[in-house]
């Protein structure tokens, strides 16, 4: 079941009746009629499968799918805000957000451009806010409808959480998981995770999502990703965010095969790393404050940085014809290594290391599977600690 099919006083109700313990006092507290509470929870009950609540002497108590579903529930009712807010408008508003003008907007969502317009109208007038404005020949959000979406966003990954946590209570192993992925994890850290957990939960979908970190902590916040994995930063980005760590990387020099900087019975001096070029990540990221940081931990002011990629694809192709040299780890350039395309020249001089790991919202709330897939990202982590054992 889409969370599109999930009507927003029917949380209401559910919200309620958990709070008050009663259909009569929920009725009171949300200004419904009883029959119409009664309904709208029979409704909600019919969509995910499973009744919610439970008839006792002292009231209505939740069931354990009531149980699950109840704060999911609350979460997503204090993310919407308004009462008069509806499941048309969400859905009309986060499509407008995702596609920039009304036209797209209908095409996506099977709505004409005239109830597009309508409920988007009617939302900015129950929330009292503007919410989009012109730009050119589309709209764009504005301020307040930025933090609008990312609210519904949050609300609708949560009302996700819980059908993916009933739906395993009546043994289905249903949901999806979706991960941000920085170059480090493409590598060999991420590959096995999904493999080993996909062979434990083939009916459970996972979505990839390549960037840099700048790329992937909005969607992050949005509730569009559920984690990122790659180099953690410090400080962490924000209070909203949290990290996990996974394993310390140490990377390494690495050039072509052929490289002057490679010959054999050579001793590679810290000096000998400014006379060539470099290809490094960009400026800002971990890897490249790990390279300025080698330089100058042995005295040296870095040399110009005539290009500029964290593209592993990128980097190999421009060195395998070039004295180009760069700082990746090793588990980046293995295929690479084995095949005799790129060498490693040697290890980086001074503590170059950054802590690889998981980041998520801080108030993320992983249902059982999420959780049992960073437990095996964790568990992989330990594997790669034992394995290079830098102590």
């Known amino acids: 079941m889409e969370t599109a099919g999930i009507n927003i006083r029917h949380l209401e109700a559910v919200h309620a009746i958990v709070q008050q ?8 507290q949300i200004n419904l009629t009883q029959p119409a509470i009664t309904q709208g929870v029979a409704k909600l009950e019919a969509l995910i499968g499973m009744p919610l609540f439970e008839r006792r002497p002292g009231g209505m108590a939740p069931t354990p799918a009531g149980a699950l579903f109840a704060p999911r529930a609350a979460a997503a009712l204090r993310l919407i805000g308004r009462r008069h807010v509806t499941a048309t408008q969400i859905h009309a508003f986060l499509a407008l957000a995702r596609q920039g003008s009304y036209a797209a907007a209908a095409a996506e969502t099977g709505l004409s451009q005239a109830s597009l317009h309508r409920a988007v109208g009617d939302l900015a007038l129950n929330l009292e806010q503007r919410l989009v404005e012109r730009r050119g020949k589309g709209v764009a959000l504005t301020a307040r409808g930025l933090a609008v979406a990312r609210n519904f966003r949050l609300a609708n990954a949560e009302l996700s959480a819980a059908l ?4 395993a209570l009546q043994g289905r192993e249903a949901g999806r998981i979706v991960v941000g992925a920085m170059p480090l994890c493409r590598a060999r850290l991420l590959p096995a995770t999904v493999a080993g957990f996909h062979a434990r939960h083939p009916e459970v979908d996972i979505a990839v999502v390549e960037g840099s970190h700048a790329e992937l902590v909005g969607p992050l916040r949005d509730g569009e990703i559920d984690m990122t ?6 400080p962490p980005p924000g209070p909203d965010v ?8 140490r990377p390494v020099i ?6 002057p900087l490679a010959r054999a019975g050579r001793a590679m001096q810290p000096s000998d790393l400014a006379l060539y070029p470099w290809i490094v990540a960009g400026g800002g990221t971990p890897l490249r404050r790990q ?8 005295g040296l002011d870095p040399p110009r940085v005539p290009i500029e990629s964290g593209s592993v694809m990128m980097v190999r192709q421009m060195m395998m014809s070039s004295d180009f040299l760069t700082l990746l780890s090793i588990d980046q350039v293995a295929v690479e290594l084995e095949a005799g395309w790129l060498v490693k020249i040697g290890e980086a001089p001074g503590d170059v290391r950054r802590i690889i790991g998981v980041t998520t919202r801080a108030d993320w709330r992983p249902t059982a599977l999420q959780q049992g897939f960073v437990d095996m990202l964790a568990e992989q982590g330990r594997a790669i600690t034992a394995e290079r054992d830098y102590s």
């Open 21 to 28: 313990g009663s259909v009569t006092a929920a009725a009171r």
């Open 164 to 167: 993916s946590e009933i739906a």
């Open 229 to 234: 994995i790659g180099a953690l930063r410090f």
């Open 242 to 249: 949290a990290q996990l760590p996974l394993f310390e990387d």
């Open 254 to 259: 690495v050039g072509r095969a052929g490289h």
């Open 291 to 298: 390279w300025e940081a080698m330089f100058a931990g042995v």
